[in-house]
């Protein structure tokens, strides 16, 4: 066996793995999308209930003195 031949059968070995992907096409890359939109929706509630659970304001003139009010409380 020769160098050429061990080349030759890495390429085939390549080429013959590269045809899964002509079988998958692009139904992988849409469930992916699909995947990480419901994901980030998801995040997003929870990050929203977070939010209203916790004791810092949303406005910057009113955060003045917050982090000593909320201090030794804990979000539930």
Not at 6 to 20: A, E, H, N, T, V
Not at 46 to 65: D, L, M
Request: zero cysteines; hydrophobic letters at 40%.
């Amino acid at each position: 066996m020769t160098w050429t031949d061990i080349i030759y059968s890495i390429g085939d070995l390549f080429k013959w793995s590269f045809g899964f992907f002509e079988f998958v096409q692009n139904h992988f890359n849409n469930l992916l999308l699909i995947l990480g939109f419901v994901g980030f929706g998801y995040w997003m509630n929870i990050q929203r209930k977070f939010n209203a659970k916790s004791n810092v304001p949303v406005e910057s003139s009113e955060n003045t003195g917050w982090y000593k009010d909320g201090a030794g409380k804990q979000i539930k």
